[in-house]
């Protein structure tokens, strides 16, 4: 498998759809690190996984994944050997609670689910642990129950607080007081006790600065009486901190303890969410469990794109059997290359233990490697051709299959003279079936079609088409061998039966007539009249008809009568009667000007000049480009 097959087959998109019915990151997370697989046990494995979920979901249950969240991260700092926070806690303890219930759950299941009931046993419980976090930590943080010690200092804090608001109040209502405060209110600034007092009367109160407003005009300022009772406040709240400390630490120490087996649960989490996730997927597109073997043998029954929704022809298919490779003919927009993906596709998905749209008695085979060449793999940084290009990866796809592969090609042999490429095409097939691969590609070529039919193993089918309104039908006709349809549409468009029986017998015999044309029916040039012709040189300003606009002639006429004109930049050919002068170049430049300048633009022009006077700067330049172009 590679990234590119994943790509031309919308692998990653189907794991995407199969990824939303998820309920956790866990679940998401092994479908992100899910590849096919190539071993048969581990693919059956994994497709009964699959049909017991979705005989549990059939039956009405719904597993109870409330509660259950990626606590990996979690984990990682107790690896690390840091305190864990009480939020931090309280998601260990739903997590836990979670686990148990789906314990639970899933114990009950051992008639319907016999693998998926026996993961539970393997799954841990922790009561003790989730009472001791839900006892020592409510609301996200601990509470005073959690220590008698940590219950009498917070006791202490409450009046030492009481104390210092009854003193505020008293400042607050004092007479005296009035001129200096900004705002009647008691503020906590930094977690201490502070009253607004007017920036201008700060040297009248008594007490120490805690906070300035942005704007300058109030600061906040904790009186001296109750500076004693702030202290010991700040004193009281240290000790609180420091047994809060201690019982998370002494609840991080308990979960520690259970690492490894909570770790387990984990795992086992993450895969009944993404087991799960699969059997809803199934249900969804009421899926079903195929046949599976590793001997190349197919047989699609009734099989659907996986991707595809609304009105979709089945395909119905089969190789590996009475044939090994299969040349699927006919004209463009049949569905020659949905047919490609559909094969393609549902075995990849078959591989991931994904259930497929199709009849029960369907059956896939499992390859060590699935390979495709769909579609132009151009590509503009390497200015490969759209031939040379499908014939890298196939050079590729060679060295790299085996006698368990298999092979989608979509018109192979393309993209350059059609007796070449029908030649290499067959080369190449006949090379891939000696190596002992499964492989179905389409193709325009009748020479790949013939030799398919000579081949004993090999085996041609077509894209049924209507012949009346020329619509494809998209069904699969295998044994069958497809045209194009283009004699048929030219007989439907009236071109002369003659006509059409002529390019019959050059598809067949290949011995074309050559017959030279009478010379009674050639017609002789006339001669026209070049009074009204202009001369255009180059400079010349003229008017571009056609446009309405302006351009500066280029190069002169030539046996075509064509003028080259720069116009908006780029250069055009354009007949000179749809041209008209409008300036001489002779009356528009003086004697000797650089006419050249007038189709470089400023920055080339410069360049250029750089170089003739021996820039290094403009060498260096040129040397940078030639680099990065290599």
Known sequence: MNEHTFEKLQYNE?????????????????????LPSSNVKVVKHRLNETSEARAILDAGGNVPFSGVSNIEHIITKLEKGMILDP??????????????????????KEFDAPTLASYARSMTEFLDVEEEINFSIKNNQVDSAASSELKRIRNHIQTAEQKIKDRLNQFLNSSANSKYIQEFIITLKDDRYTIPIKASFKNHVQGSVVEVSSKGATVFMEPNVVGKLSAELATLKSEEAIIEYQILATLTGLVHDHLHPIKINIELISQYDMIFAKAKYSRQIDGIEPKINDYGKMNLKACKHPLLSGHVVPLHFQIGEDYRSLVITGPNAGGKTIVLKTIGLVTLATMSGFHITASKDTEIAIFD?????????????????????????????LRLANNNTLLLFDEIGSGTEPNEGAAIAISILEEFYLKGCITVATTHYGEIKRFSELHSDFMNAAMQFDNE???????????????????????????????????????????????????SKIRTPKVENTENQVDYQKGDRVKLL?????????????????????????????????????????????????????????????????????????????????????
Not at 14 to 33: A, M, N, R, T
Not at 380 to 391: G, I, K, P, R, V
Not at 597 to 614: A, Q
Request: with cysteine; proline share 1%.
């Open 546 to 630: 056609d446009h309405n606009d302006f351009g500066i002639v280029y190069k002169e006429k030539d046996k075509y009568s064509n003028v080259t004109v720069f116009y908006k930049k780029q250069f055009v050919e354009v007949n000179e009667k749809r041209l008209s002068l409008e300036e001489k170049a002779t009356e528009l430049y003086p004697e000797g000007y650089d006419l050249e300048s007038l189709f470089v633009d400023y920055k080339t022009r410069k360049l250029n000049h750089d170089i003739e006077r021996g820039s290094k700067k403009a060498l260096r330049k040129i040397n940078k480009e030639l680099r990065k172009n290599k």
């Open 14 to 34: 189907l794991k995407e759809i199969v990824k939303s019915y998820c309920v956790s990151g866990l679940g998401k997370q092994l479908i992100d690190q899910l």
């Open 469 to 519: 309104t020329l619509e494809p039908l998209y069904k699969l006709l295998i044994g069958k061998s497809g045209d194009s349809n283009a004699l048929w549409i030219s007989r439907k468009m009236n071109v002369p039966e003659h006509v059409l029986k002529r390019a019959e017998d050059y598809m067949t015999s290949k011995e074309y007539r050559l017959e030279r044309l009478n010379s």
């Open 87 to 108: 939020s931090e806690l309280l998601s260990i303890s739903d997590f836990l609670r979670g686990c148990r219930r789906i314990k639970t759950f899933m114990s009950g």
């Open 369 to 397: 490697n699935v390979f495709v060449d769909i579609g132009d793999n151009q590509s503009l940084e390497n200015a490969l051709s759209t031939f040379s290009s499908h014939m890298k990866n196939l050079s590729e796809i």
